[in-house]
């Protein structure tokens, strides 16, 4: 096997910056539209979003400007990108271009799935009463 620098040291110094714990059975869900209930953690910089959908659950098509990645935990999500529709189950994900419309929507079981936003979604920060001010972590979100 080939040797990698994926464990090398970064550029710049070692920071002491403390990580944030997150003990999701207390954290804030919000339901964003009826059957879709979102849990969000985010930095300055990233967002992860843990979004469980009942059965018959569609987020409509929108877009936004934060570039998106979503991932499939358990169960199926059929989803529409950019006028293409595909189902994706357990372990299969979509990359969604900053502005490109797309949405989603379960059939007849319930989905558990991830959307990785880079930067942050602001509309569900602002929709969490999150701010993440200048390069500050939430709490426990």
Do not use: K
Not at 1 to 20: I, L, P, V
Not at 27 to 42: D, H, K, W
Not at 50 to 79: K, M, N, R
Not at 86 to 104: C, E, Q, Y
């Amino acid at each position: 096997m080939a040797e990698t620098n994926y464990f090398s040291s970064g550029s710049g110094d070692a920071s002491d910056e403390q990580a944030t714990w997150i003990d999701w059975q207390g954290s804030t869900s919000i339901e964003m539209v009826p059957g879709l209930q979102i849990q969000a953690l985010t930095s300055a910089n990233v967002m992860v979003s843990f979004v469980h959908l009942e059965p018959h659950t569609e987020a409509a098509v929108h877009w936004h400007d934060e570039e998106q990645i979503s991932i499939v935990i358990d169960g199926e999500l059929e989803f529409e990108v950019g006028g293409v529709t595909r189902t994706l189950r357990r372990g299969d994900a979509v990359l969604i271009p900053s502005n490109v419309p797309h949405g989603a929507r379960t059939g007849s079981s319930p989905c558990f799935e991830l959307d990785v936003f880079n930067p942050p979604r602001r509309a569900l920060l602002d929709a969490l009463g999150i701010d993440v001010g200048a390069g500050e972590p939430a709490d426990d979100r």
